[in-house]
C-alpha cells in the first residue's frame, strides 16, 4: 500500500476567522422572482483562475497574455496561456519547457500571493460579512441575509467579479449553490471568469451528468481508477455503496466522497462572526503540494521546501494582520505540516 500526499499548491489563501462583524438578522422575503432559485439562502464560492501565475502577470504586465508557469522544483501554477500548450501544475519544469520552449519559468513568490489573498477577501467582505477561505485558492460567501442579494444575484455576482478585476487585476469564477460542495464545483466547471447558479432542487440533476474528475476530493489517478471499474460520471458514483468507498479509501476520505457527490457539505455551517478580541488573534494558512509523493523518501525529500514556503507566508500573514504593536517577545509564531496519506486501489 502506497501512500499519496496531495493537495492543491495554489492554497495561500487566508484560513482565519472571519471578520468580526456580526450579520443583519433580519428575515429575507422570497426570491423566487428575482432570480428563480426560491426563497433559501445561497452559498457563493469565489475561486481565482490561476492564482500564482495571474499574480505575476499582474504584477509584471509584460508577462501578460504570455504563457507563465510559476515553478518550485515543479510546476505548481500556470497562467491559461501555459494550459493552452499543455503545461500542467505537477509537471517538472524540463517538461514545461519541452512543450513551450519560449516560456520563461518564475520562481515562487508566495509572500506577494499571500497579499493579494488578503486583498481578495477584502473585496469579498464588501458584500457579506460570513467570508471563509478554502483549503485551495478562494473563499466561500455567505449570503444568507444579505440584502443586496434581494435585488438581483446574478448582477451582485458579476458586480463581485468586477471588483476583484478591478481592485486587483485577478479574474475569478464564481458559483452558487444550496452547500459549499455545489458551489465549488460550479465555480471550477465554469473556469475561467465564469459564473454558475445552481438553482435549489436542482443540484441532483446539475451534479448527476458531470464527470468524476469534478469533484474536488478525487484525484487525477483515482478518477482513472474509477472510469476502468465502469465509473465515469456523479450519477454512477452515487451508486456505489458507502461501504465500498470506505474500504478503497478510507472512512474519512470515503464518507466525503460519498457526500459531496450528492452535494452534501461534511463541513458543518460557517464560522462564528461573533467579535473576537483583539489581544488574541489567531491566523492560519495553508501551503499545500500539488502532484503527491509516491514513497517515504519523496515526502522527506519536500518537506523542507514546503516547510519553508509555509513559515514564510505565516509570518508576513502575522505582521500584516496584527492589529496593534505587542511588545518584544510575546509573539510566536507556528507552523504545522499536514500530510494527508491514503490507498491508492480502488475496490
Known amino acids: 500500500m502506497s501512500a499519496t500526499m496531495e493537495a492543491c499548491a495554489e492554497a495561500v489563501s487566508p ?19 428575482v432570480n428563480g432559485a426560491g426563497s433559501d439562502s445561497y452559498v457563493v464560492h469565489v475561486r481565482m483562475d490561476g492564482f500564482f501565475a495571474a499574480v505575476e502577470q499582474v504584477m509584471r504586465p509584460k508577462f501578460g ?40 519559468v518564475l520562481s515562487g513568490r508566495y509572500v506577494r500571493y499571500a497579499e493579494y489573498a488578503e486583498r481578495v477577501r477584502a473585496i469579498a467582505e464588501m458584500f457579506t460579512p460570513v467570508v471563509d477561505a478554502d483549503a485551495y485558492h478562494g473563499f466561500y460567501l455567505d449570503f444568507c441575509g444579505s440584502r443586496r442579494i434581494c435585488q438581483d444575484f446574478p448582477g451582485t455576482l458579476r458586480r463581485l467579479q468586477l471588483e476583484i478585476l478591478k481592485h486587483t487585476g ?16 460550479a465555480s471550477r466547471i465554469e473556469r475561467p471568469r465564469g459564473i454558475r447558479i445552481v438553482a435549489w432542487g436542482t443540484e441532483e440533476a446539475f451534479l448527476g451528468a458531470l464527470p468524476v474528475e469534478a ?21 454512477e458514483l452515487r451508486r456505489v455503496p458507502l461501504a465500498s468507498l470506505e474500504a478503497a479509501y478510507g472512512e474519512a476520505l470515503g464518507r466525503q466522497i460519498w457526500k459531496n457527490s450528492r452535494g452534501i457539505d461534511v463541513r458543518g455551517a460557517f464560522r462564528s462572526t461573533t467579535v473576537r478580541s483583539f489581544s488574541s488573534p489567531s491566523l492560519s494558512r495553508e501551503i499545500c503540494v500539488e502532484g ?5 523518501a519523496s515526502v522527506r525529500h519536500s ?45
Open 15 to 33: 484560513a482565519c476567522d472571519p471578520v468580526c462583524l456580526t450579520k443583519d438578522g433580519s428575515t429575507l422575503k422570497s426570491r423566487r422572482a
Open 170 to 185: 485577478l479574474s475569478a469564477s464564481v458559483g452558487a449553490g444550496r452547500t459549499r460542495v455545489v458551489a465549488a464545483i
Open 65 to 104: 497574455g504570455r504563457p507563465v508557469p510559476v515553478a518550485d522544483g515543479v510546476v505548481v501554477s500556470a497562467s491559461y496561456e501555459a494550459k493552452f500548450f499543455g503545461i500542467k501544475v505537477g509537471m517538472a519544469i524540463a517538461d514545461a519547457l519541452r512543450f513551450c520552449p519560449s516560456t520563461m
Open 215 to 235: 469533484l474536488g476530493s478525487i484525484g487525477t489517478v483515482d478518477a482513472a481508477k474509477l472510469r476502468e471499474c465502469g465509473i465515469s460520471t456523479m450519477a
Open 292 to 296: 503527491g509523493a509516491e514513497d517515504n
Open 303 to 347: 518537506l523542507p521546501r514546503t516547510a519553508g514556503r509555509a513559515q514564510l507566508v505565516s509570518a508576513s500573514a502575522t505582521s500584516t494582520n496584527s492589529r496593534r504593536p505587542k511588545p518584544y517577545g510575546s509573539r510566536s509564531l507556528r507552523t504545522r505540516i499536514v500530510i494527508c496519506c491514503r490507498p491508492c486501489s480502488v475496490f
